[in-house]
């Protein structure tokens, strides 16, 4: 059974800094694109930086500069570097994945329980 287990969230000061990590755990050796999204109170889920498996990245325009997403593919880890937090930043953080277990079968698309991350100003 796939999992994705985040850690790292907490309560950290504006402009302060922060890491999660995401590691997939019961997959098999192909995942594929992983990401995070947050969601804050009353609002939707929306994508904060995606990685493939080849390094490219993406990220929203409101992250762009302070935010930094890589992944250990040896781990099916993916972790979210977050620097000059800001209180709008306050929200749920999911990580997200696409992940097959061989390459015989399709990709699945899975979600972590969140994690919380608060930017007190």
């Known amino acids: 059974q796939v999992q994705l287990v985040e850690s790292g969230g907490g309560l950290v000061q504006f402009g302060g800094s922060l890491r999660l990590s995401c590691a997939a755990s019961g997959s098999g050796s192909n995942v594929n694109i992983m990401g995070w999204y947050r969601q804050a109170p009353g609002k939707q889920r929306d994508m904060v930086a995606t990685?493939?498996?080849?390094?490219?990245?993406n990220y929203a325009g409101s992250v762009k500069g302070r935010f930094t997403i890589s992944r250990d593919n040896a781990k099916n880890t993916v972790y979210l570097d977050m620097n000059s937090l800001k209180p709008e930043d306050t929200a749920a953080y999911y990580c997200?994945?696409?992940?097959?277990?061989?390459?015989?079968?399709?990709?699945?698309?899975?979600w972590g329980q969140g994690t919380q991350v608060t930017v007190s100003s």
């Open positions: 997200n994945a696409d992940i097959r277990s061989t390459r015989y079968h399709p990709y699945y698309n899975y």
């Open positions: 990685i493939t498996s080849g390094g490219n990245t």
